[in-house]
């Protein structure tokens, strides 16, 4: 039967800090790469892993809950083992039916005193580190880069980075909605959506493929992070973020538009 195993990660106070949507790829004893499932076999066993990453154990995490199968059918566990009535999962609502999500948690996030910002966008024509390009790793593949960082009273979690491709009339042509996954400068580590946990700079890249075919005069880069949003532009012609019209530009504060 098909199915689908999804890791959530917590703090002390219950706080979802990340979300894993499938088991990533890893590499097996020989060395060989294996795909996380997409099926499962009756009474079969199947290994599953998620990385402690430098994020989660930087935020103190201190609850992993693991949910597999798919449709309305879910078994689910959790490390240590505890009730699952304080944790926010997708697949709650099929666990407990009736369960509605709490209304103030994202009140709370549009309250939170944090400021997102950006920093050294460019257009880099040729990465000449791997870099997912067209769901492949290559490299010298053209990308638009950039650093994200959030100051204030941070509570660790994951940043949203979206990219806008537009035309010499700046009209929005194109949108990738999540950062490719890339290898850091002279380092052998990738990095994809930032796991914020300080205030420190997080890179970011998106590959020119796919969606972005077309190579576009200007692009903007959207970073929002609980509840706040800036953005900076690129352009070849000139063009400000004050000229162009994209979903987030609403929810930006005056001193970005």
């Not at 400000?240 to 930006?252: R, S, W, Y």
Request: with cysteine; proline share 7%.
């Amino acid at each position: 039967a098909d199915g689908n195993v999804t890791a959530y990660f917590y703090n002390r106070d219950d706080k979802l800090l990340e979300k894993i949507s499938r088991p990533p790829r890893r590499q097996g004893d020989d060395r060989q790469y294996i795909d996380p499932p997409k099926s499962f076999e009756k009474n079969k066993t199947v290994e599953v892993y998620y990385p402690l990453t430098t994020f989660l154990e930087d935020s103190d995490w201190a609850t992993v809950l693991v949910a597999f199968g798919s449709g309305r059918e879910y078994s689910v566990e959790t490390m240590p083992k505890r009730s699952l009535e304080a944790l926010d999962f997708a697949e709650k609502e099929f666990v407990f039916p009736g369960w509605v999500p709490d209304a103030n948690r994202s009140m709370e996030d549009e309250n939170s005193n944090v400021e997102p910002e950006i920093r050294r966008l460019k257009v880099e024509d040729k990465y000449p580190y791997s870099l997912s390009f067209n769901g492949d790793y290559r490299r010298d593949m053209p990308c638009v880069m950039g650093e994200v960082r959030v100051t204030g009273d941070i509570t660790p979690g994951e940043g949203v980075v979206r990219l806008h491709g537009f035309d010499a009339n700046g009209i929005k042509k194109a949108t990738r909605q999540r950062p490719s996954s890339f290898q850091i400068e002279g380092s052998s580590s990738y990095v994809g959506r930032p796991q914020i946990a300080d205030d420190n700079w997080h890179p970011v890249a998106f590959a020119l493929d796919d969606y972005f075919s077309d190579r576009y005069p200007t692009y903007v880069m959207v970073f929002q992070f609980q509840g706040k949003t800036t953005a900076e532009a690129v352009s070849s012609t000139g063009a400000t973020i004050t000229d162009l019209d994209f979903p987030e530009k609403k929810d930006l504060k005056p001193a970005d538009e």
